[in-house]
């Protein structure tokens, strides 16, 4: 199952940063196995410090920052971390175990390990308990709240850190109640027949879905404005190249809005990108959109060569199970 919670991009969305006096951060960083030469984190404001790696490949850097809620990336993966006065950050970690791998050691980083681990509750509690039927997961989800909160209780924390990830706590328990639902009715779409659509395709004149018959087709929903949809293309690139010649199309389906539609022109050409590349007809409100009940991009949807759907909310490019389950479809 992919990870859909994570704390720290809550925490983000529940604030609006907490202090507004910047103080100095020491921050270092030892990764093995990083995915990028360059660690960057970002905070509430549009707070944003690049680091890169030195000749002993560690990151280090100095820079000033308000006491708040962030973000640190290694190339497509990100964790939460929280910087207070003072913070002398010493991160370790293996980027192929990227989560579960995560420690930090200095100065104020009580918080940030414990948003860490937090992560890893969260994903645990996503992996076991959506399988659960309605009444065992609205119970576990209850209790998990509870428990939550009373981990951060009692945690020896910073009071203004406490205050925002309870909110953040908040936020998980209506979010994961209302993917839960989402993810109910996505199983009922598995094994119907796709709702069609006719739109515009980049080369020139429309292309609808039911033109593509008697072939499977990996869909692909994206927006030029979505960094995360951004993160996939190399990796849905490759798969189109290792899947060429089979019996599969790749149909990227942009939800730009109407004013944007000269810029997803511009980016599909500038970037070179394969597959069929589509526009939809009225971006989230398009019926073939919203027939699959799509609330966040990127999606991908796998579908059969009659029409049926394989899967309402396929695997993404980057995960190894999406080429496994091709690999058992077209070989």
């Known amino acids: 199952m992919k990870k859909l919670f994570v704390t720290g991009l809550l925490v983000l969305t529940a604030l609006n940063g907490i202090g507004q006096t910047k103080s100095q951060v020491k921050f270092t960083a030892k990764i093995t196995n990083r995915n990028s030469d360059?660690?960057?984190?970002?905070?509430?404001?549009?707070?944003?410090?690049?680091?890169?790696?030195?000749?002993?490949?560690?990151?280090?850097?100095?820079?000033?920052?308000?006491?708040?809620?962030?973000?640190?990336?290694?190339?497509?993966?990100?964790?939460?971390?929280?910087?207070?006065?003072?913070?002398?950050?010493?991160?370790?970690?293996?980027?192929?175990?990227?989560?579960?791998?995560?420690?930090?050691?200095?100065?104020?980083?009580?918080?940030?390990?414990?948003?860490?681990?937090?992560?890893?509750?969260?994903?645990?509690?996503?992996?076991?308990?959506?399988?659960?039927?309605a009444a065992e997961f609205a119970s576990l989800l209850q209790e998990k709240k509870k428990t939550d909160l009373d981990n951060i209780e009692k945690g020896d924390f910073d009071p203004e850190f406490k205050t925002g990830l309870k909110k953040s706590v908040e936020k998980f328990h209506e979010y994961a109640a209302q993917q839960y639902k989402s993810e109910a009715d996505m199983k009922k779409l598995k094994g119907a027949v796709s709702a069609d659509f006719d739109y515009e395709n980049h080369k020139g004149g429309k292309t609808k879905l039911s033109d593509l018959k008697g072939k499977y087709v990996y869909i692909d929903l994206w927006a030029t404005w979505c960094g995360p949809c951004r993160a996939e293309i190399p990796f849905l690139q490759k798969i189109e190249e290792k899947y060429h010649g089979k019996n599969i199309e790749f149909v990227s389906v942009s939800v730009d809005a109407v004013k944007d539609h000269d810029k997803w022109q511009k980016f599909v050409t500038d970037k070179q990108l394969g597959g069929i590349q589509l526009f939809s007809d009225n971006e989230w409100n398009s019926a073939f959109v919203t027939s699959y009940n799509v609330t966040g991009i990127p999606r991908f949807i796998l579908i059969d060569p009659k029409g049926n759907i394989l899967e309402p909310n396929a695997e993404r490019p980057s995960s190894p199970e999406l080429q496994k389950q091709l690999d058992a479809l077209l070989n």
């Open 38 to 133: 360059t660690l960057v984190i970002k905070g509430a404001n549009n707070f944003k410090q690049v680091i890169p790696i030195n000749k002993k490949e560690i990151f280090v850097a100095s820079f000033t920052a308000p006491k708040g809620f962030y973000r640190f990336s290694d190339g497509v993966e990100s964790s939460s971390l929280f910087l207070k006065p003072g913070s002398e950050v010493n991160l370790t970690m293996n980027a192929k175990e990227f989560d579960e791998t995560i420690v930090y050691k200095g100065k104020g980083t009580n918080e940030s390990n414990f948003l860490a681990q937090q992560a890893l509750r969260d994903e645990k509690f996503e992996n076991e308990a959506f399988a659960k039927e």
